[in-house]
């Protein structure tokens, strides 16, 4: 293992820049998990389609893939409302939800990943846009397009959901629901629809997330699963309900991957997201910036 | 907390047994008859057909002692079936034990992981224990690809010979170990739903605290469950690597094992031993028409479809259906 | 028979975060004894239970039973150790029928193996509490009482030195509260301390031989039942409510 000062620094420039994709695949599960209580273990599934569906409006269209994915954020966040409709109806409304919703959405990661499979074939799919190949040279530092863009997406999606769940009507009442369902109920709120809204917002982030990954390397249907322990591991590790956590905790990972690929191999790095969600749990549960 | 020897004296253990050793007797029976069924059609693949099924029937029933009846989702299971494997590849390239001898040692080894990882991750909830099991699963795997020596991620070659006296074919003898542990694990699995510590654990699972309070050692119960648990999942890993006969860590840690594992005691129903089994039944006499007749891709998307559709329709799964049925009978 | 409590406390302190519980409570339970707890809703009555049968731990202070202190141990020791609870909201166990409701604490704290002594038991002490008929039914089956009753059930069955009933009776009718309460005086005849938290003041006055009453997370009072209530700082914190 070579140490070497500029290879450590790309290293930890690679990771933040990573840590701002995380960011964008991980705000979903905060607010589906996090603030509302939905295990949507399949929400990495829902990645993998957002990249597929860039994909094939790249190929097909020659569109941006993340200009076509931000298009794809409305009929997402419309699916993401049915999804939760049913979720509610078979399983919430029952009082069911914990083993059983947990199987349903571990049945729908399969059944979306399978699908794309026999869509798009195993073979790895990647994108053509401009800023793929292109890097910003600093110094001895190099900071490859293809991943600052993504990390300017995933930091304005997350800036963008912070401030629309402090500063909108519904954003707060997402916020409420969260601590306190009874509460809004009592002021007339309706938990189920707002409920329902910010977990269509949640399908909508992994859906853009999707286009952010296949600009950052080619994808194939099965990588969802390696996002699962991501995912978790940021929730956790930022403290579950709060988004500025997640910011800082999907750096940390970013960086704690980016390190150990780089000085160790990659064949070490599922471990990190995994190894990092056990130390979090086992020394301080609540994260970060949990309370 | 409570002498065991009470359980074997006096006239009413003398009754038990008698029972024990009839359940034993039928099950042996069953289990001749189903072998010499196989061997009717002439082909191994009807054996190694079965071997499938019969190992999803044992992996659903090991699962579900921690899953179903402790209500602790367990997503390492291919971390604990793997152990059983690689126990069962280190013995091939060092001590060249018989089987008979690996299975026990396997799940000596999953038994201690199971133990290990309950004590660190049984005080989380729900949803944090099944993603710490995970964890759990996947630190594993990413050990086993570094491990030089059972061949990293290139894998290692374990040969068999063809045949096996006096159970005539390897893929004949393959079946019947399988059928065992099948068999052992079911019983098992029953033995506990209707003993006192099934009981335990049904409270425990209803509501801790009320447990706890009722004299229910809750910690202990369930570092109980998940050894056993884990240990009968190892055991079933044993024979797998001559099995397949080429062992990688994708293989040892497969997803299709993993999942349905999980999802046949969940379409089944997961209050009683007889859930698993029609689960694996079901849903791997599914898999294994789907793989001759169109593709093995399909069968994840089968345990998916399923798992969604039950799940929904018949949340207590297919025995708890029925149940209900009957229930709503005048 | 002894002169010292077979339940009590020492100076124990109850924290949530800066909000104090219970300021140093001092209290005693004699054997065989009948006490009553009272105070207004949020006095710290269920904290207190919580602390002495290990469901919440304690900041500062003691927990003694039989001579043992137990402040350290797992609510499931004590409750082997012969220390019972009922719960304020009954806490059955659904996915078990009522007679193996039952069943739970008479393998787990009373040891017993054998099935068909285990029944007999269960059935017995379902007979005390008035619902044998439902022993093989669902507890989502019992009605409101019923629940109240299998909870004592389930808190007396391994025979308890002590049992803590937690407002066995609110929201019951006035024949269905002299129901619980024929029931506690029967097992205190059979050799348990009871501790009756209620708010239902003449099933408390009518029941106790010591009436003690918390405010605000302190003991205000502790002694004859008519003479504590006639107290004036009891009064007080029930008048001026």
């Not at chain 1, 701002?20 to 949507?40: E, K, Q, S």
């Not at chain 1, 059944?111 to 600093?138: C, K, N, S």
């Not at chain 1, 905790?249 to 990092?276: C, N, R």
């Not at chain 3, 008035?130 to 039914?137: D, I, M």
């Amino acid at each position: 293992m070579i140490f070497s000062l500029d290879l450590f620094c790309n290293a930890v420039v690679a990771g933040i820049l990573l840590g701002g994709f995380y960011c964008a695949v991980a705000v979903g599960i905060t607010i589906a998990f996090g603030m509302l209580d939905i295990v949507n273990i399949a929400h990495p599934a829902f990645v993998m389609a957002g990249g597929f569906i860039a994909y094939f409006c790249n190929t097909k269209f020659g569109v941006d893939p993340v200009l076509a994915c931000a298009i794809a954020t409305v009929p997402a966040y419309i699916v993401g409302r049915l999804v939760y409709r049913f979720y509610y109806h078979a399983f919430e409304k029952r009082g069911e939800e914990s083993l059983q919703g947990l199987a349903f959405f571990f049945g729908l990661l399969f059944i979306i990943e399978v699908g794309l499979l026999l869509t798009f074939g195993v073979d790895y799919r990647f994108v053509e846009a401009a800023y793929i190949g292109p890097t910003i040279d600093v110094g001895f530092i190099s900071i490859p397009w293809r991943l600052l863009v993504p990390l300017l997406v995933g930091l304005a999606v997350t800036g963008g959901i912070i401030a629309f769940l402090s500063r909108t009507f519904i954003g707060k009442a997402i916020l409420a629901v969260s601590q306190d369902p009874l509460a809004l109920r009592l002021v007339g709120g309706n938990p189920v629809k707002v409920k329902e809204i910010a977990f269509g917002l949640s399908i909508a982030t992994a859906i853009l997330s999707g286009a952010l990954l296949i600009v950052i390397q080619p994808i194939e249907p099965s990588m969802g699963r390696d996002f699962i322990g991501r995912v978790f591991a940021i929730a956790v590790l930022g403290g579950m309900t709060s988004l500025p956590g997640t910011i800082m905790a999907s750096m940390i990972l970013g960086v704690a991957e980016s390190l150990t690929t780089t000085f160790f191999g990659p064949s070490w790095s599922p471990a990190v997201a995994f190894g990092l969600l056990l130390v979090t749990l086992a020394a301080k549960p609540a994260g970060i910036m949990g309370r | 907390m409570r002498p065991a020897s009470a359980l074997l004296s006096g006239p009413r253990a003398h009754h038990k047994a008698l029972r024990a050793l009839a359940t034993l007797a039928i099950c042996a029976a069953g289990g001749a008859a189903v072998v010499f069924a196989l061997g009717l059609a002439g082909t191994d693949y009807a054996f190694l057909a079965a071997y499938t099924v019969l190992q999803f029937v044992a992996l659903a029933s090991a699962w579900n002692i921690l899953g179903g009846y402790a209500g602790y989702v367990n997503f390492g299971v291919a971390g604990f079936f793997a152990v059983g494997v690689y126990t069962s590849v280190v013995v091939y390239k060092t001590l060249q034990w018989p089987l008979i001898f690996t299975i026990p040692l396997a799940a000596v080894f999953a038994g201690l992981l199971g133990l290990g990882m309950g004590y660190l991750t049984l005080r989380l909830r729900g949803v944090f224990f099944s993603i710490a099991t995970l964890a759990f699963s996947i630190v594993l795997n990413t050990l086993i690809v570094n491990w030089a020596f059972v061949g990293g991620s290139r894998g290692v070659y374990v040969m068999h010979p063809a045949s096996i006296e006096p159970f005539g074919s390897y893929a004949r003898y393959l079946v019947i170990i399988m059928l065992i542990l099948a068999i052992g694990c079911v019983l098992i699995a029953r033995a506990i739903e209707r003993s006192w510590i099934g009981n335990g654990l049904a409270a425990l699972k209803d509501d801790e605290i009320a447990a706890e309070c009722a004299g229910v050692p809750s910690l202990r119960i369930k570092l109980f469950a998940t050894t056993l648990s884990g240990a009968l999942l190892g055991a079933i890993g044993a024979p797998f690597p001559y099995f397949i006969t080429y062992v990688d860590p994708a293989s040892a840690f497969s997803l299709t094992i993993a999942v349905n594992t999980i999802a046949m005691p969940l379409i089944g129903g997961t209050a009683t031993w007889l859930g698993p089994v029609i689960g694996a039944l079901l849903l791997g006499t599914l898999q294994q028409v789907a793989t001759v007749t169109i593709s093995s891709a399909l069968n994840l998307l089968i345990v998916g479809i399923l798992l969604v559709v039950f799940i929904t329709v018949a949340p207590n799964g297919i025995v708890g259906f029925v149940k209900g049925l009957r229930e709503k009978r005048p | 028979m002894s002169d010292s409590p077979i339940l009590s406390s020492q100076g124990l302190v109850k924290r949530f975060g800066g909000f104090v519980a219970l300021h140093g409570i001092d209290f005693g339970l004699m054997d065989r004894e009948r006490v009553g707890l009272i105070g207004p809703n949020g006095s710290g009555k269920s904290t207190f239970v919580n602390c002495l049968t290990g469901a919440l731990r304690a900041e500062e202070g003691r927990v003694t039973f039989s001579g043992t202190d137990i402040t350290a141990m797992p609510a499931w020791r004590r409750a082997h150790a012969g220390l019972a609870r009922s719960f304020q909201i009954p806490r059955p166990f659904r996915g078990l029928t009522v007679r193996q409701n039952i069943a739970v604490p008479l393998s787990f704290i009373a040891g017993m193996s054998d099935q068909a002594e285990i029944e007999a038991r269960a059935d017995e002490v379902l007979a005390q509490v008035g619902l044998k008929a439902k022993a093989a039914q669902s507890p989502k089956s019992l009605s409101q009482v019923e629940l109240r009753k299998l909870e004592l059930g389930r808190a007396m069955a391994a025979r308890p030195r002590v049992l803590i009933a937690d407002e066995s009776m609110a929201g019951l009718s006035d024949s269905e509260v002299d129901e619980i309460l024929d029931v506690l005086m029967l097992l205190n005849e059979s050799g348990i301390a009871i501790i009756l938290i209620e708010h239902i003041m003449r099933a408390v006055v009518r029941f106790s031989q010591r009436l003690v009453v918390f405010v605000a997370g302190a003991k205000i009072a502790d002694g004859e039942p008519r003479e504590v209530m006639r107290h004036p700082e009891v009064v007080r914190a029930y008048l001026g409510q």
